[in-house]
């Protein structure tokens, strides 16, 4: 069973994010140190470390999520569902939901401000990316009913959703209308998912 106690477990885990979020957004990410997080979250910064092995993932803390939803598509698709209406759905599936890795969750704007600031957390976004990227090939090359170039496959995806999330980034920080942002998004899939149908067809 998971420790819930004030050293350790979920509890202790979220309340070091929702401190070091706030901490951040305030006062930019690169001007607030771990001792700072560890002392207003009321633990210290050997427990800090323990949750977050790097300062960036207090702030960039969704790969886990962002990995389950890969697995998830890969593995849990109907058995006559082909791995790109899979992925497919679950994009538009966060878009929908306004999920945060769709990018339009509310109140995004000072987040994506943070991390657009930060060269580090910049730096850390684009190896979280590579990370996805290796993850969703790991699951296509072992997945009997996908017959395609799984890394190849994977690299396009990923940087393909990328591109959408940066330009969405782009469009609220620049204070467009909620609506037509995600309009945009929502294009914007579309012709990500129309590239890879007409790329990456079953091998003869």
Same mark, same amino acid.
């Not at 420790?3 to 001007?31: H, M, Q, Y």
């Given at each position: 069973?998971?420790?819930?106690?004030? *050293?350790?477990?979920?509890?202790?885990?979220?309340?070091?994010?929702?401190? %070091?979020?706030?901490?951040?957004?305030?006062?930019?990410?690169?001007?607030?140190?771990?001792?700072?997080?560890?002392?207003?979250?009321?633990?210290?910064?050997?427990?800090?470390?323990?949750?977050?092995?790097? #300062?960036?993932?207090?702030?960039? $803390?969704?790969?886990? $999520?962002?990995?389950?939803?890969?697995?998830? &598509?890969? =593995?849990?698709?109907?058995? $006559?569902?082909?791995?790109? =209406?899979?992925?497919?759905?679950?994009? /538009?599936?966060?878009?929908?939901?306004?999920? +945060?890795?769709?990018?339009? #969750?509310?109140?995004?704007?000072?987040? /994506? *401000?943070?991390?657009?600031?930060?060269?580090?957390?910049?730096?850390?976004?684009?190896?979280?990316?590579?990370?996805? =990227? =290796? &993850?969703? &090939?790991?699951?296509?090359?072992?997945?009997?009913?996908?017959?395609?170039?799984?890394?190849?496959?994977?690299?396009?995806?990923? +940087?393909?959703?990328?591109?959408?999330?940066?330009?969405?980034?782009?469009?609220?920080?620049?204070?467009?209308?909620?609506? +037509?942002? %995600? %309009?945009?998004?929502?294009?914007?899939?579309?012709?990500? /998912?129309?590239?890879?149908?007409?790329?990456?067809?079953?091998?003869?």
């Amino acid at each position: 069973m998971p420790r819930t106690g004030a *050293r350790g477990g979920p509890r202790t885990r979220a309340k070091i994010s929702e401190v %070091a979020t706030r901490l951040f957004l305030e006062r930019g990410f690169d001007t607030v140190t771990v001792t700072e997080v560890a002392r207003e979250a009321g633990v210290s910064a050997v427990t800090v470390f323990k949750h977050f092995p790097r #300062k960036e993932d207090l702030l960039l $803390d969704r790969e886990v $999520d962002a990995v389950g939803l890969l697995r998830s &598509a890969v =593995q849990d698709r109907a058995p $006559d569902a082909g791995v790109l =209406q899979s992925l497919r759905d679950m994009a /538009f599936g966060l878009l929908e939901e306004r999920h +945060a890795l769709s990018g339009l #969750k509310d109140g995004s704007v000072p987040f /994506f *401000r943070t991390v657009a600031a930060s060269p580090a957390l910049v730096a850390r976004a684009r190896e979280i990316a590579s990370d996805l =990227q =290796q &993850a969703l &090939a790991g699951e296509l090359e072992h997945d009997p009913a996908f017959d395609g170039d799984a890394p190849l496959l994977a690299a396009f995806f990923i +940087a393909g959703y990328a591109a959408v999330l940066v330009e969405t980034a782009r469009l609220l920080i620049a204070g467009e209308p909620a609506d +037509a942002i %995600a %309009a945009d998004h929502s294009a914007r899939l579309e012709r990500l /998912f129309d590239a890879l149908s007409s790329g990456f067809v079953p091998r003869p």
